[in-house]
């Protein structure tokens, strides 16, 4: 009985976020969803708090510091015009051509994702290919779907790049400078697939010529001292992340100490940077965590987890695949935070599946699982609501079949890959 209700509870809240009737932030229906397992009865106001702090062997405080300082640094790059002033370097390299955009637009999609954020790309690209869109006659509707796709299949690369990493990482103690020898190759293999992919379908679309007004490059960074300082912090900690587990340092505390440093020193204006935060999506974020400890208190968890046991009889590279297919649908049908915070909860401490393998098809199938439809990520549910604030029109469908015929052959050749190099460092 308490189970129906919290899965009625769950639908319904999870309906209410995608579809946002009214046009209402997604946090206030996560929030609303909240307050209806508490109102009846399925949670306490203690076991909110304490989902907080724990969900399974994962500390939601600590995705929410992790995700909160990455906003900042980006943020601030972003408000100082850094994001802007790559973008439109792209354009002027272009050379008023429409192929070389599509490829540098490609580049530096990857780029950014890799070593900030997959969100990061998509919230402030987003807007500027737009507005390109608006002085210029290229159907942006390729460039945008091609930034998409790329965001999150670049993101796969480092446990920084999305927060579903970082969950999984907490989870399955994964070791950052291990992990990013360890993708790197599958990567850079499998984003270049993709570039050709996209670029034989987009072809007749990308190869025009085009003019963009004249901006001076010059004063596009407002200021040059602070974007430096926030720059520079975001390489350290590339760096920091390398070393920190042989000083035994959690890689949220290294993350939120350079974050805090990089502010001090900056001197940036602390007030204009925490209102330009995007709080709403912490706040979602938070209420996911929330409305997952459900599944532990109503039992549903452990039942999902017989049914998934019972339904993954495969090992080796049979059982990898098959399971990073079923993590990116589940991710794509439901959202990649929550769905990678549950999917981790149930096979942290799984047999059927090797360790390290169980960890990757996480990691892979939750970012690519942002391509399997819209609301598979925040970033991209966000995303659609720039997009149809302007005269441009993505069909839900159409999305999802460009995102399929571009990820569905990346998770094979990266899947094969990984398999290759965990089989010869004997990890399998």
């Known amino acids: 009985m308490v189970g129906g209700l919290f899965l009625i509870i769950f639908i319904l809240t999870y309906f209410f976020i995608i579809m946002r009737p009214f046009k209402v932030h997604e946090f206030f229906y996560a929030l609303l969803g909240v307050f209806a397992l508490v109102l009846s009865?399925?949670?306490?106001?203690?076991?909110?708090?304490?989902?907080?702090l724990s969900f399974d062997n994962v500390q939601p405080y600590t995705v929410l510091i992790f995700f909160l300082t990455f906003a900042v640094l980006s943020t601030g790059l972003d408000r100082f015009g850094?994001?802007?002033?790559?973008?439109?370097?792209?354009?002027?390299?272009?050379k008023h051509d429409g192929l070389k955009l599509f490829k540098y637009l490609f580049i530096l999609s990857a780029i950014i994702s890799y070593v900030a954020a997959n969100d990061i790309v998509i919230l402030t690209l987003?807007?500027?290919?737009?507005?390109?869109?608006?002085?210029?006659?290229?159907?942006v509707k390729s460039y945008l779907i091609t930034m998409f796709i790329v965001a999150n299949t670049a993101s796969i690369g480092q446990l920084t790049s999305n927060p579903t990493n970082f969950i999984v990482a907490s989870a399955f103690n994964l070791n950052f400078l291990e992990?990013?020898?360890?993708?790197?190759?599958?990567?850079?293999?499998g984003l270049i697939l993709i570039y050709f992919i996209l670029k034989n379908i987009f072809y007749k679309k990308i190869d025009v010529k085009f003019h963009e007004r004249r901006v001076d490059l010059n004063k596009i960074i407002t200021d040059k001292y602070k974007c430096g300082v926030f720059f520079v912090t975001l390489i350290l900690l590339m760096i920091?992340?390398?070393?920190?587990?042989?000083?035994?340092?959690?890689?949220w505390f290294?993350?939120?100490?350079?974050?805090?440093?990089?502010?001090?020193?900056?001197?940036?204006?602390?007030?204009?940077?925490?209102?330009?935060?995007?709080?709403?999506?912490?706040?979602?974020?938070?209420?996911?965590?929330?409305?997952l400890s459900g599944f532990e208190v109503t039992g549903m968890i452990d039942k999902?987890?017989?049914?998934?046991?019972?339904?993954?009889?495969?090992?080796?590279?049979v059982g990898f695949s098959i399971f990073t297919g079923l993590t990116a649908v589940s991710c794509g049908l439901f959202n990649n935070i929550p769905t990678t915070a549950l999917l981790t909860a149930i096979t942290s401490e799984w047999t059927t599946l090797n360790h390290e393998l169980t960890a990757y098809a996480l990691i892979i199938g939750s970012n690519v699982g942002a391509n399997v439809t819209i609301i598979g990520s925040l970033?991209?549910?966000?995303?659609?609501?720039?997009?149809?604030?302007?005269?441009?029109r993505i069909n839900w469908l159409d999305f999802t079949k460009y995102g399929l015929l571009a990820s569905v052959p990346f998770v094979v050749v990266v899947c094969v890959i990984i398999y290759l190099e965990l089989a010869i460092i004997n990890k399998i």
């Open 82 to 94: 850094f994001f802007k002033f790559m973008a439109l370097k792209c354009v002027k390299l272009a």
């Open 304 to 317: 999902l987890e017989v049914y998934m046991v019972n339904f993954m009889q495969w090992s080796g590279f």
């Open 179 to 189: 992990n990013l020898l360890v993708m790197f190759l599958p990567t850079v293999i």
């Open 41 to 52: 009865g399925i949670l306490s106001f203690s076991e909110v708090g304490k989902s907080l």
């Open 379 to 392: 970033a991209g549910i966000m995303w659609m609501h720039l997009v149809k604030n302007t005269k441009q």
């Open 240 to 251: 920091l992340f390398a070393v920190a587990p042989y000083f035994n340092l959690q890689l």
């Open 126 to 139: 987003t807007p500027f290919v737009l507005c390109f869109a608006q002085y210029t006659h290229i159907d």
């Open 254 to 291: 290294v993350s939120l100490a350079c974050t805090l440093l990089a502010v001090a020193v900056s001197r940036v204006s602390v007030v204009s940077l925490v209102k330009k935060l995007p709080w709403g999506v912490i706040g979602l974020v938070a209420c996911f965590f929330v409305i």
